[in-house]
């Protein structure tokens, strides 16, 4: 008899002991967009002005064009929570400040030797080790700090995935017209109803199971 656990992100039943595999997905995919995301932020840290792409104002070429505060305030210094005091920076914790601690503390727990401090070295880390951290059960606060992370750069740097509706192609637990597909994403089919998920042979099987149906419905 399988035992079902409570996830403790989602809070839904799993047959996994702390995390589902849906949750484990999402970090994992959250985790993946990192290093990507990082190279995007430092490439948006000038202002955008109208005029040449140089940075500087078409009306002051002796002027360079400001940073831009908020991409300035998620690369700057790592304080490892939210500062707030104005002569310093503001806003949400810095980038490299959530995966240094967060790579910290596995490598401490774990007693790995350790690792370097570029984003791509510490989300291998991170990667690597997310079984273990699925375990966890702190790993509830770990999947909200990449989360709050990635959503931040990516409203940052205007790569927030689009969503789209697959409309004629109804769920295959829930039967609801609700499937909707991610762009980027990592799932063919995302259902918002009941959080089904479909890789891209599961869809294009479903696709082609629901297609019949319908030819043989019109005989």
Request: proline letters at 6%.
């Given at each position: 008899?399988t035992?079902?656990?409570?996830?403790?992100?989602c809070?839904?039943?799993?047959e996994?002991?702390?995390?589902?595999?849906?949750?484990?997905?999402?970090?994992r995919?959250?985790?993946a967009?990192l290093p990507?995301?990082?190279?995007?932020?430092t490439?948006?840290?000038?202002?955008?002005?109208?005029?040449g792409?140089?940075g500087?104002?078409?009306k002051?070429l002796?002027?360079?064009?400001?940073?831009?505060?908020?991409?300035?305030?998620l690369?700057?210094?790592?304080?490892?929570?939210?500062?707030?005091d104005?002569?310093?920076?503001t806003?949400p914790?810095?980038f490299?400040?959530?995966?240094?601690?967060?790579?910290?503390?596995?490598?401490e727990?774990?007693?790995?030797?350790?690792?370097?401090?570029?984003?791509?070295a510490?989300?291998?880390?991170?990667?690597?080790?997310?079984?273990?951290?699925?375990?966890?059960p702190w790993?509830?606060?770990?999947?909200?700090?990449?989360?709050?992370?990635?959503?931040?750069?990516?409203?940052?740097?205007?790569?927030?995935p689009?969503?789209?509706?697959?409309?004629g192609?109804t769920?295959p637990?829930?039967?609801?017209?609700t499937l909707?597909?991610?762009?980027?994403?990592?799932?063919?089919a995302?259902?918002?109803?009941?959080h089904?998920?479909l890789?891209?042979?599961?869809?294009?099987?479903?696709?082609?199971?629901?297609?019949?149906?319908?030819?043989?419905?019109k005989?």
């Amino acid at each position: 008899m399988t035992v079902l656990h409570e996830c403790l992100i989602c809070q839904r039943p799993s047959e996994w002991s702390k995390t589902c595999e849906w949750c484990q997905s999402r970090i994992r995919g959250a985790l993946a967009q990192l290093p990507e995301q990082y190279v995007y932020l430092t490439m948006s840290r000038q202002r955008v002005q109208g005029g040449g792409g140089d940075g500087r104002s078409p009306k002051a070429l002796h002027a360079p064009v400001p940073g831009r505060d908020d991409v300035l305030n998620l690369l700057g210094p790592s304080a490892r929570q939210s500062v707030t005091d104005a002569r310093d920076q503001t806003g949400p914790v810095p980038f490299l400040a959530v995966l240094e601690s967060w790579t910290e503390a596995v490598t401490e727990e774990r007693r790995l030797k350790p690792t370097g401090k570029s984003v791509t070295a510490m989300t291998a880390r991170l990667t690597g080790h997310l079984t273990w951290i699925c375990e966890q059960p702190w790993v509830a606060d770990f999947f909200e700090e990449i989360r709050e992370l990635l959503t931040t750069a990516q409203r940052i740097t205007m790569t927030q995935p689009r969503k789209e509706l697959l409309r004629g192609v109804t769920c295959p637990t829930c039967q609801g017209l609700t499937l909707v597909r991610n762009v980027p994403g990592d799932w063919a089919a995302e259902c918002e109803m009941c959080h089904v998920k479909l890789n891209d042979r599961e869809y294009a099987l479903l696709v082609q199971t629901q297609a019949k149906a319908l030819e043989g419905n019109k005989t």
